[in-house]
């Protein structure tokens, strides 16, 4: 039954979280803090075995140079992934598209990337990425708002981490004698 309960207050956790994360559609990104940014351009994604049968997007971001090169292959810019962070999107999609960077703000340790997705006429063999490189901040985590939409939130493992503790502390408690 112990289990049950935790299991079940673990799940309206993660949908509260969810919920209350994207509630950042509704607020003003013009009263957020804006962070510095540049588009990275030229990259394709390295998965050839993954061949989706429907259209499908990949939500990403990368904290260090090992993990973005395996998705990505070399790195052609000047990126220093100690004081930057790349956020990606790679879409699987029969139309072209092309991922326009709007502005990325910061709030509340939430990393807000807002981007149009336009199609385009360009015509490519491989999914199309759209790439940011932004200054590095402590986060928990990543939303992607595309088209005003908030459409994904990433969130760390570390956040994860700290979040089952303290739920974990909550509900281990033993109960106090009457």
């Not at 799940?11 to 013009?30: A, G, H, K, N, P």
């Not at 807002?114 to 759209?130: I, Q, R, T, W």
Request: with cysteine.
């Amino acid at each position: 039954m112990k289990n049950l309960f935790f299991t079940i207050s673990i799940f309206c956790l993660f949908i509260v979280s969810t919920f209350l994360s994207s509630c950042v559609s509704f607020t003003s990104y013009d009263d957020l803090e804006r962070l510095k940014y540049s588009d990275l351009r030229g990259y394709e994604y390295q998965n050839k075995e993954y061949n989706p049968t429907a259209d499908t997007t990949r939500f990403m971001y990368f904290t260090n140079k090992t993990d973005f090169e395996t998705s990505f292959g070399s790195i052609k810019d000047d990126i220093d992934f100690s004081q930057q962070i790349v956020v990606a999107v790679v879409k699987y999609e029969k139309k072209p598209t092309q991922i326009n960077t709007q502005h990325i703000t910061y709030a509340q340790n939430e990393i807000i990337w807002l981007y149009e997705d336009e199609y385009s006429d360009v015509k490519a063999n491989s999914p199309f990425v759209g790439m940011a490189l932004i200054e590095k901040k402590n986060f928990d985590q990543v939303v992607f708002v595309e088209n005003g939409k908030t459409v994904y939130i990433i969130t760390t493992p570390e956040a994860q981490k700290r979040a089952k503790e303290k739920l974990e502390k909550t509900f281990n408690r033993t109960e106090q004698e009457k």
